[in-house]
């Protein structure tokens, strides 16, 4: 069932992190800090120790009692990290570099860190979130995109965004502003800056939705409301618009292949097959990719049949049409901690004599795409529920029938690859950057232990320690 933080836990969380994170990465600025705050006098203190430290190496050598690599689990590994870098990753790492270090100091070249009955693992990836939403029992979508200032909307994400990274996640592709326009491009150029921390960020910014299909809806004619999404149609008008998204700054370009737009409110395809077409090939002459949210059949065929590269909810594909997905190499995001937290806050406390039928055809559609073989992406829709509790997507997959090691791919080298960046995250090898959590235990026989994250490495930066 859906695990909450609190308000307590997330300000702990904050403070914790100030403390630790600061103290440990250089290219951090401290402007506006509140003195009073915990970590403020230790990292002021270490910000002119850390500007020697820049032109310096930075080596760790991590010692778990296992790792999983991003594809299979080892024991007796240990892994080398040197600046933003992982530098070997085996069971016999070479220890010139290390001979002269002590457990957790800095005497020698290379920082020893022990991390006893830990699973070392790549940082986790989340390919579709909102970090500019909070969950939806706060405060509705719609009023969230009414009634919350742009200024609300980025200082929340900013707060998200802390709370995503220490829980282990370093990496998230935000599925649209949802109202905020481009908003979470300047949030990802933040975080560049170092200004606030954060995992790194792909972003799709307002994203693009057919004219009349999406909302906030239901207001007199003559009122105009700022809408979750761009609208934009036919051939002219849909090149323009994907290209000022482009032009904006993002990473994805996202279409609503179908909304609730039905007679009875009910899901129903939006843009043509050729309107689709049209976006996927102005993206790519970008060299970006298409994301379309999609939950009918029809829209999923036409977004297949268009070239997007993943599919998000798909909650009535057929067995066909994922076949025609894992043909085609197109991913599919079931989004579950979605659907059980919508569930949840409509009153299901998870029994199994009240399922609901959105969960009931949710685990209908699981069976469907592991009998299919479609790629599963690793994305949860985070900011419907709360940030920092991404780990509930993965719980949810296995709870769903899929298994904990392809759970686990999909999570880090499964999202890295469909997101493009297998050279760059997603595995501990050689080369990659050091994006690096330990988790308490064995994900591998007890998926739970996702939840325990106490060591993250961010580029090379310990942001959390045990
Ligand atoms: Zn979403």
């Known amino acids: 069932m859906l ?64 790792v999983f690599d991003g594809k299979t689990l080892h024991t007796n590994w240990q892994v080398l990290v040197q600046n933003d870098k992982i530098i070997a990753a085996g069971p016999q790492i070479n220890q010139d570099q290390s001979q002269d270090a002590q457990p957790d100091s800095q005497t020698g070249n290379t920082t020893i860190i022990p991390l006893p009955g830990m699973t070392l693992m790549p940082g986790l990836i989340d390919a579709h979130s909102h970090v500019l939403l909070h969950p939806y029992d706060e405060v509705s979508w719609t009023d969230q995109v009414l009634k919350e200032s742009t200024a609300e909307r980025s200082i929340r994400a900013a707060n998200h965004l802390k709370a995503t990274l220490m829980s282990g996640f370093t990496t998230l592709r935000d599925l649209g502003s949802e109202g905020a326009g481009y908003a979470d491009i300047g949030v990802r150029q933040t975080l560049e800056k170092g200004v606030i921390p954060g995992p790194r960020l792909l972003v799709a910014g307002p994203a693009i939705v057919a004219t009349g299909s999406y909302g906030p809806k239901g207001f007199h004619e003559g009122v105009r409301v700022p809408l979750g999404a761009n609208e934009a149609d036919g051939h002219d008008n849909l090149i323009s618009e994907v290209r000022r998204q482009i032009g904006g ?29 049209l976006i996927v090939e102005t993206a790519r ?182």
Not at 263 to 269: C, I, R, S, T, V
Not at 312 to 337: F, Q, S, W
Not at 396 to 410: D, H, I, M, Q, T
């Open 285 to 466: 002459t970008s060299g970006r990719d298409v994301v379309a949210h999609a939950s009918t059949d029809e829209a999923m065929r036409r977004a297949i049949e268009a070239g997007v590269k993943t599919i998000e909810h798909g909650d009535n594909g057929t067995l066909e049409t994922y076949r025609l997905m894992a043909k085609n190499g197109v991913a599919i995001c079931p989004t579950l901690g979605a659907v059980e937290a919508i569930s949840s806050y409509r009153g299901w406390d998870g029994s199994e004599e009240t399922v609901p039928a959105r969960i009931i055809a949710k685990r209908q559609q699981m069976e469907t795409i592991i009998k299919a073989k479609t790629n599963i992406c690793n994305g949860s829709d985070v900011g419907v529920f709360d940030h920092g509790d991404n780990a509930w997507e993965i719980e949810l997959l296995v709870e769903y029938g899929v298994s904990p090691l392809n759970a686990l791919k999909a999570a880090t080298s499964g999202n890295a690859k469909i997101l493009r960046m297998e050279d760059t995250i997603g595995s501990i090898a050689q080369g990659l950057s050091a994006d690096l959590i330990a988790v308490a235990g064995n994900p591998l026989t007890d998926i739970t232990a996702l939840r325990r994250v106490p060591f993250v490495m961010q580029a090379g930066h310990v942001i959390k320690k045990p």
């Open 3 to 66: 695990k909450r933080l609190g308000l307590i836990k997330l300000a702990t969380i904050t403070t914790a992190f100030i403390a630790s994170f600061w103290a440990t990465s250089p290219h951090f600025i401290p402007e506006g800090l509140n003195p009073n705050l915990t970590g403020y006098t230790t990292f002021a203190k270490t910000l002119a120790e850390s500007r020697e430290e820049v032109e310096t190496t930075r080596s760790y050598l991590l010692k778990p009692d296992r």
């Open 249 to 277: 700054g993002v990473d994805w370009v996202k279409v609503y292949a179908d909304y609730r737009w039905g007679p009875n409110g009910e899901a129903k395809p939006t843009f043509s097959v050729e309107e689709l077409k």
